[in-house]
């Protein structure tokens, strides 16, 4: 009975920690990120990861908006944004072309430049509501070939134990 019973809280804690972040953040996808490179120094720091939420309306996000986005032209889905660059930029202008869709030109804050592409305002998938310093290195770091391995060896150096 016991057995049964923390097999159902294990099974509850997974679901709310993979179910609850995105329907609390209002977002269709994960609700976290990681900021890759300076381009948004000061701002926000390489390696920063960011917890972001759900825009109200992506159709009308004023200059000055910090927003996260999944490159391309493809609406964002879940497996896009898995596979896809994921960039957080602010946003700089909107444009709406002659069939009413609507557009965000944006820049990195420590970018001269604007960014080479217009963003569809699909794609956005939020706005950063705080970030944790340094904590994203650890998820690039297992995600990179030599960190799976080491995940890898630290499991099985744990179940030979």
């Known amino acids: 009975m016991r057995t049964r019973l923390s097999a159902a809280l294990i099974v509850l804690g997974v679901a709310l920690i993979t179910v609850g972040p995105p329907i609390l953040l209002h977002t269709a996808v994960y609700p976290v990120a990681i900021v890759r490179g300076n381009s948004m120094f000061p701002v926000l720091q390489n390696g920063e990861l960011v917890v972001f939420r759900g825009v109200d309306d992506p159709y ?15 609406p964002v889905n879940s497996l896009n944004y898995l596979v896809r660059p994921v960039v957080i930029h602010e946003v700089i202008g ?3 072309n002659q069939y009413g869709r609507v557009y965000y030109q944006t820049k990195g804050v420590n970018n001269p430049y604007p960014d080479p592409g217009l963003t569809p305002a699909s794609n956005i998938v939020g706005t950063p509501i705080f970030e944790l310093p340094y904590a994203g290195f650890i998820l690039l770091f297992f995600s ?8 890898i060896g630290f499991l099985t ?3 030979l134990e």
Do not use: C, K, Q
Not at 65 to 70: A, K, L, Q
Not at 144 to 150: I, M
């Open 144 to 151: 990179s070939p030599e960190g799976l391995v080491a995940l």
């Open 157 to 159: 150096i744990y179940y």
């Open 60 to 74: 009308n996000i004023g200059n000055g908006t910090i927003i996260v986005f999944v490159e391309g032209d493809a």
């Open 94 to 96: 909107r444009i709406v």
